[in-house]
């Protein structure tokens, strides 16, 4: 398949999207600078959490729609998630995204140890995956199903319909030291050259 040709899953619009921009974040246009002895270890230590895949990291073809269970009842739906039942983690935090200025993005960073899986609770929002070799766009749009992302991907959320509500559960709890904020820095620790 063409890197730049739709196709659809589950009713999803996926995009593969080879030579679109490069995700906005602070210090795009600031030279990479080499790796400190720490972050040397932090990426040593995130690399090494994804061995035995047969793949020295995960990438954004690790990156899937899950679906959730439904029970369809008239009086209204229900739809529930059990920690390492449904998805493939178990999960220490949960927290959501609401009220998002028309036009704004979110996130704009890419975690070294967490996964998490992300729901449109209500409306709908794009999430641009980006692994520093191969990017793919997901648009969310129900509340039955969600998006596993483990570690080691660069995500952007963008397209926020009006009233949306983006649920995330994550593998740990909140942690600074988790985080690659600027988009140079995390393509020097995956060895990706932004495509």
């Not at 600078?33 to 932090?42: K, T």
């Not at 995130?46 to 995960?58: C, E």
């Not at 200025?101 to 140890?113: M, V």
Request: aromatic fraction near 10%; charged fraction near 25%.
């Amino acid at each position: 398949m063409r890197n730049d040709q739709d196709k659809v899953i589950r009713g999803l619009s996926v995009t593969h999207r080879k030579g679109s921009r490069r995700p906005s974040s602070p210090g795009q246009g600031d030279s990479v600078v080499r790796l400190s002895p720490q972050r040397d270890l932090v990426k040593k230590a995130a690399l090494a959490f994804h061995a035995g895949r047969g793949d020295s990291r995960s990438g954004v073809r690790d990156c899937r729609i899950i679906d959730l269970p439904k029970i369809a009842d008239p009086r209204g739906n229900l739809t529930f998630i059990e920690g390492e039942n449904h998805l493939p983690f178990s999960f220490k935090r949960f927290f959501y995204l609401y009220d998002v200025p028309g036009g704004a993005d979110r996130a704009g960073h890419a975690l070294k140890t967490c996964h998490q899986f992300i729901i449109a609770m209500s409306g709908s929002f794009d999430l641009l995956l980006d692994d520093g070799k191969n990017r793919r766009r997901y648009h969310l749009n129900r509340s039955y199903y969600g998006l596993y992302i483990p570690p080691l991907i660069w995500r952007e959320i963008d397209n926020f319909s009006s009233g949306s509500v983006c649920a995330v559960l994550a593998s740990d709890r909140y942690n600074e030291n988790d985080y690659f904020r600027d988009y140079p820095s995390f393509l020097e620790a995956v060895g990706g050259n932004g495509r």
